[in-house]
């Protein structure tokens, strides 16, 4: 196979199918090792490697890291695990030849690629997947312009009789930014503020700089072509002296629900009734409106779905999913108004938060049974299962204090690697700490004291570390259930947790405030997002009519249907 060099454009490499449907490219796929690199319309335009290995297709998220401008090195790295590249080409290059596989879950090797047929048309995002030289290299050609201000009308435009055969006519530039990269991406400079500094530097061929023309927006949507209007279409044009008519200015983009301000803190009021913050039943991108449990198609596209997601990306959608569960963000006036106070956190330890208790609960107990069944629904090699245990304590590393502090998503995670029918897999548990040690080491001896820690209420709560606290064992506390241990232990465990629960409603508005610092300039993926929701996982897990059932009782049968599952993988001796 002939792999492209570093410095090419990707875009123009045959393996590249531009922006493409998960369908369609699962359909190109037809033998293991076959393999094509695509756009994914659900990441805006980020780069998706799709493989086909032992009968299934697996889709992976090629992450970008953005570096500081410097001479001599890229602006970009991109990397699917560990190990980061230059760029995409030199990524596939050494995956391709070398046989390696593209996941240590996995396993899949990429060897022949699937050669696009039809030419491609850049994307607007696909651009800010490439080296930035050649943008730099178009704004700087200052002989496409004046000295005279008036000549920065060809900016962004091909010049008669000075363009070069197979240069670009009209230069693209980035301005996507993915919240869910592993890094926050530096925030690019508007485009008006490049043509300003463009006016400055080409004032200073003057002894003095000439008149500035009239300002408006450099951002401008073309002429109506009977298509509305996308982020693609913004190019960059410099105004012409005719100003700008009064009050006009570019519309900003909304910002999403979660980095939307909150009213200032108010004093306890009367509730008015219980409030709920559970996501609303809309119809499901994933699943009909009847479901049976535990459907195969929806389970492939489920585990296709989190594949595409490395840790931090999960956690942080996670992390807003949770927020939302708890009424930490997202909280309107009218529930505000209903609840008497500003937040789901003061909310669940008051008399009146009974039906936000058992919403959490719920959410908990889901959560741990969706955990053991991805671990448990792995009927293939061990390794394999294996695999599945090293994601769920690297997900739990990436929710832990001091890195995304999602604390309940933690305690899920937790629950589901210590249920009885996961910690009996002997095999498997061996051969994690057989292959994948690091994992196996961070989970006895950093994972699970911070678990038992945070349970008995003596585990970290500063709101500098931690987004959303553990508001488990209050919650249970508050339900009625009885604490374990002997009795003098429970006693201080008692007054440790009450005290907790009142630091931590006290602690609210910090701890909405750290949440929105982790989620600002995320951008989550709305299938994953809605896959984290409990409405979701509850029909999953019980279908469409299973799920209207007693707590209790859905919850002994699935308990009966995970120890089913683990007999099967491991019989006893």
Not at 129 to 149: G, I, M, N, V
Request: proline share 9%; aromatic share 4%; net charge neutral.
């Amino acid at each position: 196979m002939q792999v492209p060099q570093d410095g090419e454009d990707f875009a123009s490499q045959p393996w590249y199918h531009g922006p493409l449907s998960r369908q369609k490219a699962e359909a190109l796929l037809r033998q293991d090792g076959d393999f094509l690199v695509r756009a994914s319309g659900s990441r805006g335009g980020h780069p998706v490697i799709s493989c086909r290995w032992r009968g299934s297709v697996l889709h992976f998220e090629v992450l970008r890291v953005a570096l500081r401008p410097r001479p001599g090195r890229p602006t970009a790295l991109f990397q699917l695990e560990d190990e980061r590249f230059p760029s995409l080409p030199a990524l596939i290059r050494s995956y391709v030849t070398g046989q390696r596989p593209l996941t240590q879950a996995t396993g899949a090797i990429a060897s022949r690629p699937v050669m696009r047929q039809e030419p491609i048309q850049r994307s607007f995002s696909e651009d800010t997947l490439l080296d930035s030289s050649t943008r730099t290299e178009l704004l700087r050609a200052r002989k496409w312009s004046d000295s005279q201000p008036a000549g920065l009308e060809h900016v962004g435009q091909s010049r008669e009789g000075h363009s070069e055969p197979g240069a670009s006519t009209v230069p693209t530039f980035a301005l996507r930014c993915m919240g869910s990269d592993p890094v926050l991406l530096k925030t690019l400079a508007p485009l008006g503020s490049i043509t300003d500094s463009l006016r400055a530097s080409d004032g200073q061929l003057h002894a003095k700089a000439p008149t500035k023309p009239h300002r408006m927006s450099s951002l401008v949507l073309p002429d109506a072509s009977g298509q509305p209007p996308t982020y693609c279409e913004l190019v960059l044009r410099v105004p012409s002296a005719q100003g700008t008519p009064p009050g006009h200015r570019c519309p900003e983009p909304e910002a999403p629900w979660w980095e939307a301000q909150e009213e200032e803190e108010r004093c306890f009021a009367r509730p008015q009734a219980e409030v709920s913050f559970c996501h609303p039943d809309n119809p499901s991108s994933l699943m009909g409106p009847q479901n049976r449990p535990l459907e195969p198609k929806v389970l492939h596209t489920l585990r296709g779905l989190f594949l595409e997601h490395h840790p931090g990306s999960t956690a942080l959608h996670l992390l807003l999913a949770d927020c939302q569960a708890a009424g930490l963000l997202g909280v309107t006036k009218d529930q505000r108004d209903a609840m008497g106070v500003a937040s789901g956190l003061e909310l669940l330890t008051l008399p009146h938060g009974h039906r936000l208790r058992s919403e959490l609960l719920e959410r908990h107990e889901v959560l741990v049974l969706a955990g053991a069944l991805a671990v448990l629904g792995c009927t293939g090699p061990l390794e394999e299962r294996a695999a599945a245990l090293r994601g769920l304590v690297e997900l739990a590393l990436a929710l832990r204090p001091g890195a995304v502090g999602d604390l309940p998503g933690l305690a899920a995670v937790m629950g589901a690697l210590l249920m009885p029918q996961v910690s009996r897999l002997e095999h498997t548990w061996r051969q994690l700490r057989r292959n994948h040690t690091e994992a196996a080491v961070a989970f006895e001896q950093e994972l699970k004291p911070l678990m038992r820690a945070l349970d008995e209420g003596a585990g970290p709560c500063n709101p500098g570390e931690v987004a959303l606290p553990h508001v488990a064992p209050v919650v249970r506390l508050l339900e009625g259930e009885e604490l374990p241990g002997p009795l003098d232990k429970s006693c201080e465990q008692l007054l440790r947790t009450l005290q907790g629960a009142r630091q931590m409603a006290q602690d609210a508005p910090k701890f909405r405030k750290a949440a929105a610092q982790r989620l600002q300039g995320f951008r989550p993926n709305p299938e994953l997002q809605e896959a984290l929701t409990t409405n979701f996982v509850r029909r999953l897990l019980w279908g469409s009519r299973g799920e209207g059932a007693p707590r209790a009782n859905r919850l002994e049968k699935f308990q009966h249907v995970l120890s089913v599952l683990s007999q099967r993988l491991e019989p006893d001796c």
